[in-house]
């Protein structure tokens, strides 16, 4: 089982900033592919960036490509969204989610984690 914390979510007015953690932990061998999701109310969850193992490629949705950037400290089986110029419909729940080897060998997708809220003032 892996478990995901995700946390670094808050208010900030339009313009602002962010950076959000999410850090795996469990039985974990290493971790794969590591995404940032949002899910805004009334809608469906939507993936934001995601990362490869070794941090060599990314791939962001057009709405955020240029404002957010997504990093990973495997060291501390850990992925990051640093959110810059943040827009009102930036707004809503953030969750991680990853792709590990775990200690077993085998390769599993996470559960979902409990989520962090980001809100923008306009």
């Known amino acids: 089982q892996v478990q995901l914390v995700e946390s670094g979510g808050g208010l900030v007015q339009a313009g602002g900033s962010l950076r959000l953690s999410c850090a795996a932990s469990?039985?974990?061998?290493?971790?794969?592919?590591m995404g940032w999701y949002r899910q805004a109310p009334g809608k469906q969850r939507e993936l934001v960036a995601a990362i490869t193992s070794s941090g060599g490629s990314t791939s962001y949705a057009d709405s955020v490509r240029g404002r957010f950037t997504i990093s990973r400290d495997n060291a501390k089986n850990t992925v990051y969204l640093q959110m810059n110029s943040l827009k009102p419909e930036d707004t809503a729940v953030y969750y991680c989610?990853?792709?590990?080897?775990?200690?077993?060998?085998?390769?599993?997708?996470?559960?979902w984690g409990q989520g962090t809220q980001v809100t923008v003032s306009s």
């Open positions: 469990g039985s974990i061998f290493s971790i794969n592919a």
């Open positions: 989610k990853v792709v590990v080897t775990t200690t077993s060998r085998v390769v599993e997708n996470s559960d």
